[in-house]
């Protein structure tokens, strides 16, 4: 566990930089540029745009050997795009296209470490550690979410949204040199057919597979209503609520000790209560809290509170579904498959991201702030159906789960 241990420490690097950068670009665009909440929408939707072509990374991917090349790649690519942001604060000349470019560009980098991901976690994690694994993990994403939006409005503060981003070019180099520094052997492809056919046999096997099709209909359902509220939570907050900067990342640091307790907490309440159990509680609690946001108003003490409540009770709930529902994803899927599995779920998934965000943008400026984070709460726990319609809620432990080649209804391909 030596190695993981490695890409747990970059992991945990790059995500408190992340909180930081996901605080202070629709800031930016907002405080310094005056951007309408249609162009806050569309900026969030430019993050999780290069998601489109996620099914013809992964079947790229699927073709290389040397998977930690390309994560050291796409950490430094995003160091790169970030470092731009400073820079042209100090010369004056930051303007709304140069972030949508930032925000295409590191999405891009994005898309890159999340297809040569799974193959990586696979030879550094043993299957009956996959829980274990991907709670530590969570537990690092869920503390950057406690501290990080606090840190990230100090340094706001303090430094302006611009310079700020800095902390989270640096993460990144950071990561780059620790995940540079595994010891891993290459991974053995193939020969293969082309980019096309490879990413429609990918696609078929996940549509073919009763455990994968489920969970990707439960987060893309999630995700979209998901990104129609946090297009505009940021917003929601400062202009309807008024709430100060400080007090925002306050607030959803202070949320985001639910989402610490998730992770820490999902191994032994998966083993308590069954893997697919909590999956399914997960995807209820994860939407459910941003009718509370919606509804959130009175003196800042009050509206802070809310927003804290509401962010603790969806940080668990997103625990208990990523973590239970991203080990049985690992355990069921064919070694083969790995980074188009990624690219179909990157593809639908986080490319549902862009769309629910635009239609955020779009649905806040039509219909007011608060009834489409309303809409957003109802349609997201809609999601929770896929789940129970699958065998997935029937999952009791790792150890329960047939081999990968008896679960699918498509073999995988050459």
């Known amino acids: 566990m030596r190695r993981f241990e490695r890409l747990w420490a970059g992991q945990t690097i ?66 790169a795009v970030l470092l ?22 590191a999405g891009a980098g994005q898309v890159l470490f999340s297809a040569a991901y799974p193959s990586f976690f696979v030879a550094l994690v043993d299957r009956s550690r996959y829980v274990e ?56 492809v193939e020969p293969r057919h082309s980019l096309l056919v490879d990413a429609r046999d990918g696609l078929r096997y996940v549509l073919g597979h009763p455990y994968l099709r489920a969970g990707l209909g439960c987060v893309t359902t999630v995700n979209f209503f998901g990104f129609v509220a946090q297009a505009l939570v940021v917003l929601f907050a400062s202009r309807t609520l008024g709430l100060p900067v400080g007090v925002i990342g306050l607030a959803l640091g202070l949320g985001a000790l639910g989402g610490l307790a998730g992770a820490a907490l999902a191994p032994r309440l998966s083993r308590r209560f069954g893997v697919g159990r909590m999956m399914v509680l997960g995807a209820i609690l994860f939407p459910a809290p941003t009718a509370v946001i919606a509804v959130a108003g009175g003196p800042v003490w009050l509206a802070a509170t809310l927003l804290a409540v509401a962010e603790a009770i969806a940080g668990f709930g997103v625990m208990m579904m990523d973590i239970n529902l991203n080990s049985v994803q690992a355990a069921v899927m064919a070694d083969g498959m790995r980074s188009r599995v990624a690219g179909v779920f990157g593809t639908i998934n986080y490319g549902a991201r862009p769309l629910g965000a635009v239609v955020g943008g779009l649905l ?9 984070l309303l809409i957003a709460a109802v349609g997201g726990m809609l999601g929770s159906l896929w789940l129970l319609r699958s065998p997935l809620p029937g999952v009791r432990t790792m150890d329960s789960l047939a081999p990968p080649a008896e679960l699918a209804n498509v073999r995988p391909a050459a």
């Open 364 to 372: 806040g400026s039509g219909l007011g702030l608060r009834p489409t």
């Open 84 to 105: 731009s942001l400073p820079v042209a604060h100090w010369l004056g000349v930051v303007t709304l296209a140069q972030l949508f470019a930032v925000a295409l560009l």
């Open 133 to 188: 694994a991907n709670s530590k993990l969570s537990i690092s994403r869920s503390a950057s979410f406690v501290a990080g939006p606090a840190l990230g409005g100090l340094l706001i503060q303090v430094l302006t949204a611009p310079v700020a981003m800095l902390v989270d070019a640096v993460s990144f180099l950071f990561s780059a040199l620790l995940i540079g520094r595994i010891k891993v052997e290459p991974v053995p």
């Open 14 to 79: 790059s995500q408190f930089g992340d909180r930081i950068s996901e605080l202070a670009l629709p800031l930016i665009a907002v405080l310094t540029l005056s951007a309408t909440p249609t162009q806050v929408g569309l900026l969030t939707a430019a993050v999780w745009t290069p998601n489109l072509l996620s099914l013809l990374v992964g079947s790229w991917v699927d073709r290389r050997t040397h998977r930690k090349r390309l994560l050291v790649a796409a950490d430094l690519l995003r160091a």
